[in-house]
């Protein structure tokens, strides 16, 4: 079977490391960018899967990621988790309106990231 591979694109290292160590041990292949413009070269150069992207990031943030990647016929077609810590009614509902396939609070539990991804990575 082929590893579907994950880019996790978020500023906070801790956080990456964290989603990085749990997506490795359930057998996914995990890529990371520490920032919007790496995550948008990353998704190019790596042809994810899926991308868990951050909402909150210096520079551009992940609203910003999430309009080229849905705009662009090349990454148009991968599923976008957004990952934030918040949980304001109005950024759920720009997120879906931009074509987010999900919306995770944090934090979350490791098994609680792996069934949102099973629902977009088989």
């Given at each position: 079977m082929v590893q579907k591979k994950i880019l996790v694109v978020d500023d906070e290292p801790n956080i990456v490391k964290l989603i990085e160590v749990r997506l490795i041990s359930a057998g996914y292949d995990v890529v990371t960018a520490d920032n919007g413009e790496e995550g948008l070269k990353k998704t190019v150069s790596e042809s994810p899967?899926?991308?868990?992207?951050?909402?909150?990031?210096?520079?551009?943030?992940?609203?910003?990621?999430?309009?080229?990647?849905?705009?662009?016929?090349?990454?148009?077609?991968?599923?976008?988790?957004?990952?934030?810590?918040?949980g304001a009614t109005q950024s759920m509902l720009k997120a879906q309106k931009m074509r987010a396939a999900d919306y995770i609070l944090k934090p979350f539990k490791g098994d609680e990231l792996l069934r949102y991804i099973k629902r977009y990575v088989l």
């Open positions: 899967d899926l991308i868990l992207l951050d909402v909150t990031m210096p520079g551009m943030d992940g609203f910003e990621v999430l309009h080229k990647l849905k705009t662009d016929p090349k990454t148009m077609h991968i599923p976008v988790l957004m990952l934030t810590a918040m």
